[in-house]
Structure formats: structure tokens, C-alpha cells
């Protein structure tokens, strides 16, 4: 078997909570959503994650607290987001109030570090825009060790399982909505080798011909 021309297909799924999941304060171990994804044709080529993290009801989120991670259907693991601000030189981070923001690792910007270029943030106090994932195992290191560029290659098909922790005491958080969207390219279409031997031998008789 020969193959024929590959295809594109579009992947998406999301998730809207009306009243929010609240994420408690360590030492719970956080909280998790699924999403499954079926019938996508296909390994990813591309993929965003978007997320609303933002303060649970009569409290605020502090950023530098959040701790976000993605499984794929395969297991493999991105850290989306591992406590912002946090660094060998500075234990407190980042005390904004929750993210709005699309994951893409094509990305010019580090999420990890957002507050050392220019950033915006909404009427809710959360931080806005496209950025990397932060694709750190240990926040004070610059080691991007597990990145969503990862995901590149998968079978997109199965349970996308969402973990969000609150490493730090006080600062409550709740997960609002988040959603994964991508493309992937198809499996090239088998073609018989009948097919293709055929071809080429008419394309043989047809430059004997010629040289007659």
C-alpha cells in the first residue's frame, strides 16, 4: 500500500462552569476536569489551551499560589502554570487576582514572568493575553522541562484531564472555563499499489514512445 494525499482536521472542546469550582488551599491536592475528545482524524500539529482562573466568591486569587497542569489522552504532561513570579530570588511572586489567557508555545512571552515585560490585565484583576506555557517542573528554575510543544505528534482522542492546585495558604481561587482547540493532519489515505504500477507503467510505454 501507497499513500494518497493527508488531510487537515480541526480539534476542539471546552468547558463553562456557571458557578466556578472552587480550589482550596493546600493541602488539598487540587481539583481536576475532563474533557474528552472523539472522532478527530489525526495527530496534533497545533494546539491552545485557553483558561479563566479567577477569585472564588467573597475572596481573591493570588497568582503566585496557582499551580496548573494538562495530561493528554497519552499521558503526557504540560505544566501550564507553576506559581508566576516565583523565582530563586523571590519566594512571593506574582499577587494578581487569576488568569484569562490563551496557551500557545508559539508565544513570544513566558507566563512565568509576566510582569517583567508589558501586561494587561481586566476589570476583575486577572492577567490577559497569549503566552507560553510555563513548562516548569520547579518555578525557581529556568528549565522549561514540560512544555505543551509536547502535545506536537499525539493522537488528540481521549480524556484531557485538567489539574489546578493552590500551593499557598489564604487567596482562594475558582476555575471558571477552560478549553483546548488545535489542528491535526490526517493519516495519508492508502492507495493501492495496483494503482500506482499502473500509472507508472503507462508513464514507462509513454517515453518509449517518444524515443522511437
Do not use: C, K
Not at 500500500?1 to 482536521?9: I, R
Not at 474533557?35 to 497568582?63: H, K, R
Not at 514572568?113 to 520547579?138: A, F, M, P
Amino acid at each position: 500500500m501507497l499513500a494518497g494525499p493527508a488531510h487537515a482536521a480541526i480539534l476542539s472542546g471546552s468547558e463553562t462552569l456557571s458557578s466556578g469550582n472552587i480550589v482550596y488551599d493546600t493541602p488539598f491536592a487540587g481539583i481536576s476536569r475532563t474533557l474528552n475528545i472523539s472522532a478527530t482524524v489525526g495527530n496534533i500539529t497545533d494546539l491552545s489551551v485557553t483558561l479563566n482562573l479567577g477569585s472564588a466568591a467573597g475572596d481573591t486569587a493570588w497568582n503566585s499560589d496557582l499551580y496548573v497542569q494538562l495530561t493528554s489522552p497519552q499521558g503526557t504532561v504540560a505544566v501550564l502554570v507553576n506559581r508566576p513570579g516565583i523565582t530563586a530570588s523571590d519566594s512571593v511572586g506574582y499577587g494578581d487576582s487569576g488568569i484569562d489567557v490563551t496557551f500557545h508555545d508559539s508565544a513570544v512571552q513566558d507566563v512565568h514572568l509576566y510582569q517583567e515585560i508589558s501586561y494587561t490585565l481586566n476589570s476583575g484583576g486577572q492577567l490577559t493575553g497569549t503566552w507560553q506555557s510555563d513548562g516548569r517542573t520547579d518555578p525557581t528554575s529556568l528549565s522549561r522541562s514540560s512544555p505543551m510543544s509536547q502535545f506536537i505528534g499525539e493522537n488528540p482522542n481521549g480524556a484531557w484531564v485538567l489539574l489546578v492546585a493552590d500551593l499557598g495558604n489564604g487567596n482562594v481561587a475558582q476555575v471558571n472555563s477552560w478549553g483546548i482547540s488545535g489542528v491535526t493532519a490526517a493519516v495519508p489515505e492508502p492507495a493501492t499499489l495496483a494503482a500506482w504500477t499502473g500509472l507508472a507503467l503507462v508513464a514507462f510505454g509513454w517515453v518509449r514512445h517518444r524515443h522511437r
